[in-house]
């Protein structure tokens, strides 16, 4: 702050770091500054929010139902007792394109140890390797290994289940089929997470009798839903 000052810039106009902010949490600092300037300091107050409402949850809710413990005790079974060593983030909505590489950096550099602080090896698989893709490009891409493949892959869906509304439309007549475009990837996300959690019975008994074989899905993948 001293040398921002003598360099001319009023405290007012100064934006501070702290030395304990590390980079992969550093979004909610004044480092999302940009973030500020992309989406407006209401957005950013929403995203703050958002964040806060989670640390509140998380340190206030029972463990029974506090959605990061559970979530991490699911990793941890997935990587451990199922030995799965991947995981997929497949969000339904392109503006989480970045959120897998986001995770990537957020899970493996906070995680991907193998020594403790005191030196002594860890005996457990500390995290997965995380990867991802919007789900309607994910289809086309992976889904097939995901769901045919002979390695088992954990996989975290997401999608909101209301895309639009009438300030995101630049013309009233492509507002129907956005909004139908949207229902699609919701219905096509919920019909992925139940053929990978159900496999063949999920499919509809007509449709599976006239299936080859190879064609077929054997389910019981882990995945979870939000």
Same mark, same amino acid.
């Given at each position: ?43 950013? *107050?929403? !995203?703050?929010? +958002?964040?806060? %409402? #989670?640390?509140?949850? &998380? ?6 139902? =506090? ?76 889904? *097939?290994? !995901?769901?045919? +493949?002979?390695? %088992? #892959?954990?996989?975290? &869906? ?6 639009? =509304? ?61």
């Amino acid at each position: 702050a001293e040398k921002m000052t003598e360099w001319g810039i009023i405290p007012d106009n100064q934006l501070l770091l702290w030395e304990w902010v590390g980079g992969r949490y550093s979004l909610w600092s004044c480092i999302g500054f940009p973030i500020a300037l992309t989406i407006g300091i209401d957005g950013f *107050q929403q !995203l703050l929010a +958002g964040a806060h %409402a #989670v640390d509140e949850h &998380f340190q206030n809710t029972s463990f029974e139902r =506090n959605i990061p413990v559970l979530m991490a005790l699911l990793g941890i079974w997935n990587n451990n007792f199922l030995n799965i060593q991947t995981h997929a983030v497949l969000p339904y909505d392109g503006r989480l394109k970045y959120f897998a590489a986001y995770l990537q950096q957020l899970e493996m550099e906070s995680n991907g140890k193998s020594v403790q602080r005191d030196g002594q090896k860890v005996e457990l698989d500390t995290c997965p390797i995380v990867w991802g893709e919007v789900g309607p490009n994910a289809q086309h891409a992976f889904y *097939q290994l !995901l769901h045919q +493949g002979t390695q %088992a #892959v954990s996989c975290d &869906f997401m999608a909101p289940i209301q895309r639009y =509304n009438a300030d995101h439309f630049t013309y009233v007549e492509n507002a129907e089929a956005l909004i139908e475009q949207h229902h699609l990837a919701l219905s096509n996300c919920l019909a992925q997470s139940r053929l990978l959690a159900f496999g063949n019975e999920a499919l509809d008994a007509a449709e599976l009798k006239n299936l080859p074989i190879y064609k077929q899905y054997e389910g019981n993948q882990p995945s979870s839903t939000l």
